[in-house]
């Protein structure tokens, strides 16, 4: 599908044109001053996209224009969708939240957690529960990322080859059998930490389905919602449409190239490792898609994926007690903010803006990527909001804040 057909005028949708217009000004400071080498945006209501465009190069050192096509590593705006791929079995009745994980791998059955030490030589205990589905899909499993640098468990992690989706040497079932042989950051359900948990979940869409993970995401997500440019790798005849990923160090400030969009990328064949939390590559048209299935409960073009009530069910807030991210947080790092937020299965979801310190509503739910992607969908306001670009980390600049602010400001009605 042509997506300029689905194109409206803002002011037909409770917008307006000339404040969107703002968008594209605002952000294209950063590409002036060379902070990234250029973006998309796009706002879509009620159904129709109001404002989609495009600024700056996709490879500023070749000065390669960024196109309406151009493919980006969107990072952790995988987890949604793996998230997604899970609950679809679990409408199927595969599995129940509440199930310990170990009943589909039987290595998580002993886990242990962290009681201190070294990572040469460290002292553990039991959990106090065991960890299950409904754990991992909000990250209350114990898990987390080897790039947090902040616990020894992290560097146990890196020593043992798991660096997320950069994890090269090991492929999904390897990943997550490493994993069950090292030790938690504290028992399931304590506390909130970003994590592999994501990637757990992708295995455990292989165990139930009995398919590979990319057969899965292709067969029942991306062929029928008419993503065609979404997958784990970038096949040849498509790397010339590939984006640059840039790096800003946060502490020396030196910036440089992290990826080539050629041939040299590790993106340029299909990978080992097929990350479930961080992996793929997608459009921006075909990220829309996606989001615009979510926000119609599961549906779109005559294509059913899911239930409404399973899109309504994972983004609720799921973390114990009603209790926010930050009430529950033991991360170093989250792709949002945690103040005024809590967790759903697989989403961000908005409690209290007020809190939060940015227009919203309550309800809205978001996820980002490493490479500064992100995107929101609030269903009150019947509206859709992504931003892509390629900028690790997405700390650097506050690209999402400033995006929110952007958008809501150009409703009128």
Not at 133 to 158: K, W
Not at 168 to 187: N, Q, R
Not at 302 to 330: A, D, W, Y
Not at 375 to 383: K, N, S
């Amino acid at each position: 599908m042509n997506i300029m057909t689905r194109m409206t005028k803002p002011e037909g949708v409770g917008l307006d044109g000339a404040r969107l217009a703002l968008i594209p000004e605002y952000f294209s400071s950063y590409v002036d001053r060379g902070k990234i080498a250029g973006f998309q945006t796009l706002v879509a209501r009620h159904g129709e996209i109001a404002h989609f465009e495009v600024r700056g190069n996709r490879d500023r050192e070749r000065g390669l224009p960024m196109e309406r096509d151009t493919i980006f590593r969107i990072y952790s705006m995988t987890k949604p969708i793996t998230s997604l791929a899970l609950m679809m079995l679990y409408e199927e009745g595969h599995f129940q939240l509440n199930h310990p994980v170990s009943r589909y791998i039987p290595s998580f059955a002993n886990l242990r957690v962290w009681a201190g030490g070294t990572v040469e030589k460290y002292e553990t205990v039991e959990c106090e529960r065991e960890m299950t589905i409904r754990d991992l899909l909000t990250h209350t499993s114990g898990l987390t990322y080897g790039f947090m640098q902040e616990h020894p468990v992290d560097a146990l992690y890196r020593k043992a080859g798991i660096e997320g989706a950069n994890t090269v040497k090991l492929t999904l079932k390897e990943t997550v059998e490493a994993i069950a042989g090292l030790p938690l950051l504290f028992s399931p359900g304590q506390y909130w930490n970003y994590s592999v948990s994501t990637d757990v979940c992708g295995y455990l869409v292989e165990v139930l389905s009995g398919r590979p993970l990319d057969e899965f995401l292709a067969a029942r997500i991306f062929a029928p919602l008419g993503m065609v440019d979404t997958g784990f790798f970038v096949p040849k005849e498509k790397l010339g449409r590939f984006a640059t990923n840039y790096f800003r160090n946060p502490v020396t400030k030196k910036s440089g190239i992290m990826d080539m969009g050629d041939e040299t990328s590790s993106y340029a064949q299909p990978p080992r490792f097929l990350s479930g939390g961080g992996g793929l590559t997608s459009t921006m048209t075909d990220y829309y898609r996606f989001c615009q299935m979510l926000l119609n409960g599961g549906e779109l073009d005559g294509v059913r994926i899911c239930s409404p009530k399973t899109i309504e069910f994972m983004t609720m807030n799921h973390l114990p007690g009603g209790k926010t991210m930050k009430q529950m947080s033991r991360s170093a790092f989250s792709e949002l903010a945690a103040e005024g937020a809590g967790f759903g299965l697989g989403f961000q979801v908005t409690l209290d803006p007020a809190e939060a310190q940015h227009i919203g509503s309550p309800g809205n739910f978001s996820w980002g990527g490493a490479a500064s992607t992100y995107f929101w969908i609030d269903p009150e306001e019947d509206l859709i909001a992504i931003f892509m670009t390629q900028l690790y980390p997405s700390s650097t600049y506050p690209f999402r804040p400033q995006y929110q602010q952007l958008v809501y400001g150009a409703i009128t009605e």
